[in-house]
């Protein structure tokens, strides 16, 4: 069981650490087009993306990680203390 909890924990952090990246570089895509249709010229790079993921995104994407595990724990706990 607690193996099964852990494997879920590491699956639902991955997951929302790949959310957090693509959100990211999507991001990072819309301002440059902004940029593009103001100024004319393309400014995307896939460095500044993956940097600023590195400095803050990951961040969002463990602590989400966590908050879901922890409250599909909690509901599976609620669930069987109201079927007993």
Same mark, same amino acid.
């Given at each position: 069981? %607690? #193996? ?5 924990? !590491? $699956? %639902? !952090? ?6 957090? %990246? $693509?959100? +990211?570089? /999507?991001?990072?895509?819309? /301002?440059?087009?902004?940029? &593009?249709?103001?100024? =004319? ?6 460095? +500044?993306? &993956? ?5 803050? =995104?990951?961040? =969002? *994407?463990?602590?989400? =990680?966590? *908050? %879901?595990?922890? #409250? *599909? ?12």
């Amino acid at each position: 069981m %607690l #193996k099964n909890n852990f494997f879920s924990l !590491i $699956v %639902l !952090i991955l997951s929302c650490l790949i959310l957090f %990246l $693509v959100a +990211d570089v /999507a991001s990072e895509l819309l /301002a440059s087009l902004i940029v &593009f249709l103001e100024k =004319g010229f393309f400014p995307f790079s896939w460095n +500044d993306a &993956f940097s600023s993921f590195l400095t803050t =995104g990951y961040v =969002g *994407g463990v602590i989400l =990680g966590i *908050g %879901l595990w922890l #409250k *599909g724990l909690l509901q599976k706990r609620k669930k069987s203390n109201s079927d007993s």
